[in-house]
Every structure is written in structure tokens, then in C-alpha cells.
């Protein structure tokens, strides 16, 4: 079991958040600077945490050096990824 997501990252935001919906992709801001991978490697920590699964589980597939990003994370559906997500962005 295992989905993909399409992500608009924001790099150099004020702090990590999930900013809503970018026509098909979730808009997320990383506070890292999108240098060396750092915001990368930020992003998929941050998913990790944000969906309760481990690190190892989140890699990014597709979008190393663009905004537009694809990550795939294993053990877990599509639907619930996006529950997940969508309720953090409502609890705010």
C-alpha cells in the first residue's frame, strides 16, 4: 500500500505548513532555503511527521529542483494521506 501526491512547495516561508490546494497538488510551505536539498529533506520530514508515518517511508520521486514535486509514501492510501493533511489545514 503505498500513494503518490503532487506537492507546490514554497521554500523560505516563515515556518512548515500546509497552505491549501494548488489546482490538483496540496500547497506546502518549508522554512529551509531551497539550497544544497535542505528544503527537500525538509519537506519530506515534514510530511513524515504530519502523517504519522516514518521518514524512511516519504521519497521524493519527481521535482528535485522545481516547485512542483511528486512524493510517494508507502503505508498509506491516497484517501487518508489527504484526510490527514486536509485536517491539519483545517485545524489551524
Given at each position: 500500500?503505498?500513494?503518490?501526491?503532487?506537492?507546490?512547495?514554497?521554500?523560505?516561508?516563515?515556518?512548515?505548513?500546509?497552505?491549501?490546494?494548488?489546482?490538483?497538488?496540496?500547497?506546502?510551505?518549508?522554512?529551509?532555503?531551497?539550497?544544497?536539498?535542505?528544503?527537500?529533506?525538509?519537506?519530506?520530514?515534514?510530511?513524515?511527521?504530519?502523517?504519522?508515518?516514518?521518514?524512511?517511508?516519504?521519497?521524493?520521486?519527481?521535482?528535485?529542483?522545481?516547485?512542483?514535486?511528486?512524493?510517494?509514501?508507502?503505508?498509506?492510501e491516497e484517501n487518508e494521506a489527504r484526510?490527514?493533511?486536509?485536517?491539519?489545514?483545517?485545524?489551524?
Open positions: 500500500m503505498s500513494c503518490r501526491l503532487r506537492l507546490r512547495v514554497v521554500p523560505n516561508a516563515r515556518r512548515n505548513e500546509i497552505a491549501g490546494a494548488h489546482g490538483e497538488a496540496i500547497r506546502i510551505k518549508i522554512a529551509a532555503l531551497a539550497l544544497d536539498g535542505r528544503a527537500n529533506d525538509a519537506l519530506l520530514d515534514f510530511l513524515a511527521e504530519s502523517l504519522g508515518v516514518p521518514r524512511r517511508e516519504v521519497h521524493l520521486v519527481q521535482g528535485q529542483k522545481s516547485r512542483n514535486k511528486v512524493v510517494e509514501i508507502d503505508g498509506i484526510t490527514r493533511l486536509v485536517g491539519i489545514l483545517e485545524v489551524r
